[in-house]
């Protein structure tokens, strides 16, 4: 495996973000693009089926980037911009462990949408960074669910504007970061579920082995064995490709890989949504898709402060 998916959305850049306004809660629609481009869901599905053939972390990737780039500056595709100065989101150290696979996916997709001639420049890369998202759960076995879609790009991307939670956040911590995007207990814990994908480098959880108790002993002595042979270890060892409610299982028996995943079990506030989420997959896929569609109307750009990129690296 050459490439790898660091922490995922918990690490997730937060900065100044504009909850959605009325006028672009009024935009986003399911079928925005129904006259527009009415081939795109199947252009996108196809692409990024493509991308998670060529590269197992591709899927993940592209839902990482969903979360980094709705945290910061709302759901407007900054998180794809490179400036030529290195001042931009990307460069920011915190998101160097974003992987290339998931860049190249959007890419991908967004090439495939302007192949076609109707669709050609009309379709945001915010947009098609919410469809591929979306994809990358579907396709590993997770929930179909409907995008809203008619957001704009935005045109400003900075280091400066990247703050990343730890890993060992506590509860409050995490419910504090959350609750700054609009977001719930119950929707932080449901959007948690994505760990089911993706794994970390040992840096980031080799603290807690044979420190933290609430670690399971026998695999903190796995993850010793494992990060003596490399440099990562999967998020969810039990179905690290598949998108279902393994990863709350993890968290009943002390197997949460970060201390920021644990806690939502250790702690009494959170584990009865952990242990019904653990026993009702149906009910975790639901509140995740719940989730997803609230994460993708934060700071949602309309016409009047926003573009539809050609080139989604670069502002118009």
């Known amino acids: 495996m050459a490439h790898i998916i660091r922490p995922s959305f918990l690490a997730a850049a937060v900065g100044v973000v504009v909850l959605l306004s009325p006028l672009a809660a009024a935009q986003l629609k399911t079928d925005y693009y129904a006259s527009i481009c009415p081939n795109l869901e199947a252009i996108i599905q196809s692409s990024v089926k493509q991308s998670m053939a060529q590269s197992q972390i591709a899927g993940p990737a592209a839902l990482r980037l969903f979360f980094h780039d709705c945290a910061v500056r709302g759901c407007d595709a ?9 001042d931009d989101d990307w460069h920011n150290p915190d998101n160097q462990s974003l992987k290339p696979d998931g860049f190249q996916a959007i890419l991908d997709a967004k090439a495939a949408v302007d192949s076609d001639p109707q669709c050609r420049y009309k379709v945001s890369c915010a947009d098609v ?8 759960v579907s396709q590993s076995g997770g929930p179909y669910y409907e995008v809203e879609l008619g957001r704009y790009d ?6 400066t504007s990247v703050v990343l939670p730890h890993t060992d956040f506590n509860l409050d911590q995490l419910n504090a970061f959350f609750s700054g995007l609009g977001l719930s207990q119950t929707d932080m814990i449901a959007l948690s579920g994505a760990h089911t994908l993706g794994a970390a480098d040992c840096p980031s959880f ?19 064995s494992t990060c003596a042979g490399q440099t990562f270890a ?22 949460g890989l970060l201390g920021s995943d644990q806690v939502l079990y250790t702690d009494q506030r959170s584990r009865g949504t952990v242990n019904y989420y653990a026993a009702n997959q149906g009910t975790f896929f639901y509140d995740f898709t719940n989730a997803m569609t609230k994460l993708g109307r934060v700071g949602v750009k309309t016409a009047a402060n926003g573009e539809i990129r050609r080139d989604c690296q670069t502002p118009n």
């Open 78 to 86: 900054s998180i794809m911009i490179v400036n030529s100065n290195g």
């Open 206 to 224: 080799q603290s807690r082995i044979g420190t933290d108790p609430s670690m399971d002993s026998a695999f903190a002595g796995q993850l010793q």
């Open 154 to 159: 935005g045109r400003i991307s900075t280091k």
């Open 129 to 136: 960074l919410a469809l591929a998202a979306r994809e990358a």
């Open 234 to 255: 999967f998020l969810d060892a039990m179905t690290p490709a598949s998108f279902d409610n393994s990863y709350y299982r993890n968290l009943q028996t002390g197997r």
